[in-house]
């Protein structure tokens, strides 16, 4: 059984379709990329998910259990976490304060105080600018701030919205490797990229987007042999 479950969803904006009839599923403690140009709908079906936006069709389960009619808090009650993109953190917030309205929902905050020992082992660079604020850190520290952050919900699915959006190369590859080792750690992943080489390496899923239809799905490395990615994502082909 898939932790979550898309099943021939459809969202419109007005009368423009931006996913039409998507199916999908996310296996338990594995990591699922769902790739595509810009445009594509990837962010769309996030949305989706986390109930930010409403299906005009179709059904979306999580744990077996119908929620495309819950609230998006009732979602993250769940485990649902999306970590948007653009990052989004509190900018006149310490990052420790940040971290901590992470645990606001009723899952983690008995734990908090355990939670946030485990991110800032997990990102050390947090622990050490802890008391600044937001806004005066770097813009990889303050991806993984938004990462730790959705971590201190403790997500049963971590979603996640272009993590490398605007990163350079070097700390793109260290975001991607935390995220292969938050899932090592046994957090469920749906990551949502544009640079679609790396994000097929470290999952073992994945799914190609195209106008809002799913037009290839199969093992994350399968797909980066496939000839069509390899011409529209890669430029391997000519």
């Known amino acids: 059984m898939s ?11 007005g009368d ?3 996913l039409r ?3 999908l599923g996310i296996e338990e403690k594995l990591i699922t990329s769902l790739v595509g140009a810009n445009g594509a709908g990837k962010s769309t079906a996030l949305r989706a998910i986390s ?21 998006t808090d009732q979602r993250v009650e769940m485990g649902l976490i999306q970590i948007p993109e653009g990052r989004l953190v509190f900018p006149y ?11 606001m929902c009723r899952r983690s905050r008995g734990e908090r105080k355990e939670n946030l020992e485990k991110v800032m082992e997990m990102f050390p660079i947090l622990r050490e600018r802890r008391q600044q604020l937001a806004s005066t ?34 700390l793109v590859k260290e975001i991607f490797q935390i995220l292969r080792k938050i899932n090592d750690q046994g957090t469920t992943i749906l990551l949502v990229e544009q640079n679609v080489r790396q994000s097929l390496e470290i999952a073992h899923y994945g799914y190609v987007l195209e106008n809002g239809r799913i037009v290839l799905s199969a093992g994350a490395q399968e797909i980066i042999k496939n000839d069509h990615v390899r011409k529209a994502y890669l430029g391997l082909l000519k």
């Open 51 to 71: 109930g930010l936006v409403q299906c005009s069709r179709g059904s979306i389960y999580f744990e077996d259990r119908k929620i495309e009619r819950l609230s």
């Open 93 to 103: 917030m310490t990052a420790k304060e940040n971290l901590e309205t992470g645990s």
């Open 137 to 170: 850190l770097s813009g990889g520290e303050q991806q993984m701030l938004a990462i730790a952050r959705g971590l201190m919900a403790r997500p049963r699915l971590l979603m996640l919205d272009e993590p490398s959006l605007g990163l350079s190369p070097l």
């Open 16 to 18: 423009v379709f931006a």
């Open 21 to 23: 009839e998507v199916s």
């Open 3 to 13: 932790l979550l479950r898309l099943e021939n969803i459809s969202v419109c904006y």
